[in-house]
């Protein structure tokens, strides 16, 4: 089983949120921004979603120096 990198999982969880508001305001057919349809309430997650998805996008590049730096 192949492991997914931290960097890509770090991506993919700081933009997790814009990409909820915009799904769901297709579905709706309400705009993404609009706060009393419910689909810009998404958007109030990026407050807890960037600084983890940063998290782990500085931890997955000091795995990958560190591995590489050892692999010579």
């Known amino acids: 089983m192949k492991k997914t990198p931290l960097i890509r999982i770090g991506l ?4 997790l949120p814009i990409v909820l508001a915009f799904i769901t ?7 993404m921004f609009d ?14 979603s960037v600084p ?3 998290l782990l ?8 120096l560190l ?3 050892k692999s010579n």
């Open 52 to 54: 983890i998805g940063l």
């Open 12 to 15: 993919v969880l700081a933009f």
């Open 57 to 64: 996008i500085v931890i997955g590049l000091i795995v990958k």
């Open 25 to 31: 305001s297709l579905i709706s057919g309400t705009s």
């Open 35 to 48: 706060e009393g349809s419910g689909t810009g309430t998404y958007l109030w997650l990026l407050i807890i």
């Open 67 to 69: 591995k590489r730096g």
